[in-house]
């Protein structure tokens, strides 16, 4: 799979709700970074069995439900392997029913068709906001 393919799976997961990453979707090793991430959250995962539990827990965890993911604009790199993706996410407050977005910039390198490196860069000012508003 190329690497736009994987990121339009990606999105019909989010879409789903269901884990974006799972074994056969992941390199064995496998970079998650999150550059902007808040204080006390990592800002870097190395290897599958670490993303995966990573994921697993924070997925579990998640007070929303998504409810669209558009991409807004894919950019090729020099690196066939590698993708800048704008996109946003919608999501719904499931206690409160409210909805609300957020824009994020993913840059993705794939090998073999499966994810080796996901750089999510995402503004947590405006993800806090998207999620007050929502429960407001």
Do not use: K
Not at 20 to 43: H, K, N, Q, Y
Not at 44 to 71: Q, S, T, Y
Not at 120 to 134: G, R
């Amino acid at each position: 799979m190329t690497p736009r393919e994987v990121f339009d799976r990606m999105r019909e997961h989010w879409i789903a709700n269901e884990t974006v990453f799972d074994d056969d979707s992941l390199t064995g090793d496998v970079i998650l970074e999150m550059p902007f991430a808040p204080p006390g959250r990592p800002s870097r995962i190395e290897g599958r069995a670490a993303v995966l539990a990573f994921i697993r827990a924070g997925h579990a965890d998640l007070p929303f439900r998504f409810d669209d993911c558009r991409a807004l604009a894919v950019h090729d790199t020099a690196d066939p392997d590698t993708i800048v993706v704008e996109y946003e996410l919608t999501a719904t407050m499931t206690a409160a029913g409210v909805s609300a977005a957020a824009p994020f910039i993913g840059v993705l390198t794939v090998h073999e068709g499966r994810i080796a490196r996901w750089r999510e860069y995402q503004n947590p000012l405006a993800v806090a906001w998207a999620l007050q508003a929502a429960e407001s």
